[in-house]
């Protein structure tokens, strides 16, 4: 804004020789779209009409000047990084294709002004350099006891992005972390985890009938889709700090056999539970200032070809970065061809 400010006294410095020195000649040299003629008075043809005219014709664009300024730095000074790592190949074809859903989604966030994105394959980064000066992390791969975030060094690193405020945003199988290596850490950094012997991983479809006012929902309509929604999560006591986006009644039989106890198929807790709504996504604002979100769908890759789908995570990412989100949300286009690029070589592997 000093840069700003500095420019705008040497316009009005200017101006204000020019008008001194010879009104008639003056011009403007920025073709600012405000027309100070017409939301000046009548020019009365003597000296003091014409400097009312124009000082308030200069005050005018000036201020146009000044704001479109302001809003070229601030743009840039909310330059946002953030950072998709993807997990290695696994399952079939079309399914868990962390590689061609992170592009996807790299590609729709760099046409966002002031966005940067970088994708890292395979799962952690070599170069922890990657994390430098990253506003959010997202991670969409494989999780459990291999998830690739758990050894304590990974932690830590994540555990210092988290301490600076950097967001965090987990997809799919990436929500499921060990109880005791990752879980605590997963509660307090993106506000829920898939718990073994908790929670489940059913494919349904989901109907999300209506959805929160919040910035991720922004110009995202109701909509229904099949996926393997992994559903009772793991969250705080109370949902303390958690705020739920999606949520649906799954349907009874995805809640595993009466008196089953699997550590993924079906538990007491959830079979319990049975006609009640479950949460899919859910965002949390950090005691540290920083913001994380879950989303549990993503199995398959079709899914973010699905606008509404794709759009509450672009949103997401953004708001786990700070950044502002339009009031439609992120505008995206996902072609059918540009939903066969960058697939795993899977073979018929399924
Ligand atoms: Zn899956």
């Not at 950072?83 to 989604?105: K, M, N, P, T, Y």
């Not at 000066?133 to 690739?148: R, T």
């Amino acid at each position: 804004m000093q840069f700003a400010w500095h420019f705008f006294s040497a316009i009005g410095a200017r101006r204000l020789r020019r008008f001194h020195v010879a009104p008639h000649r003056r011009k403007f040299e920025c073709g600012i779209g405000v027309n100070a003629a017409l939301l000046s008075p009548p020019f009365e043809g003597n000296v003091y009409g014409l400097m009312i005219m124009n000082l308030r014709s200069f005050v005018l664009k000036s201020i146009a000047v000044l704001s479109l300024l302001s809003f070229a730095l601030t743009a840039v000074g909310a330059d946002k990084k953030i950072v998709l790592i993807a997990g290695r190949a696994s399952h079939g074809s079309g399914q868990h294709e962390f590689q061609a859903g992170c592009l996807l989604l790299k590609q729709c966030l760099d046409k966002l002004p002031g966005i940067k994105s970088t994708v890292h394959f395979n799962g952690w980064p070599q170069d922890e350099n990657v994390f430098d000066g990253a506003d959010a992390v997202f991670i969409y791969c494989d999780g459990g006891g291999g998830h690739p975030a758990i050894k304590p060094e990974r932690l830590k690193v994540l555990a210092d992005l988290m301490k600076k405020g950097v967001g965090l945003g987990c997809a799919h199988y990436a929500v499921e972390v060990p109880k005791d290596k990752g879980g605590p850490e997963w509660l307090a950094w993106i506000g829920g985890y898939f718990e073994m012997f908790w929670s489940v991983n059913p494919h349904w479809d989901a109907d999300f009938k209506s959805l929160p006012t919040h910035p991720i929902t922004r110009g995202v309509a109701p909509f229904k889709i099949n996926d393997e929604w992994y559903y009772h999560m793991r969250f705080p006591e109370g949902m303390k700090g958690v705020t739920p986006i999606l949520t649906a009644v799954p349907p009874d039989n995805t809640r595993g056999r009466q008196g089953a106890n699997s550590s993924h198929g079906g538990n007491p807790h959830v079979f319990a539970r049975k006609g009640m709504p479950e949460h899919v996504m859910w965002a949390t604002e950090r005691t540290d200032g920083g913001r994380g979100f879950g989303f549990t769908g993503g199995h398959f890759h079709r899914n973010w070809g699905d606008d509404n789908f794709r759009k509450l995570i672009l949103n997401a990412i953004l708001w786990t970065a700070k950044a502002e989100i339009p009031a439609n949300g992120v505008p995206s286009t996902v072609t059918p061809e540009e939903l066969k690029q960058n697939l795993d070589p899977k073979g018929d592997k399924k």
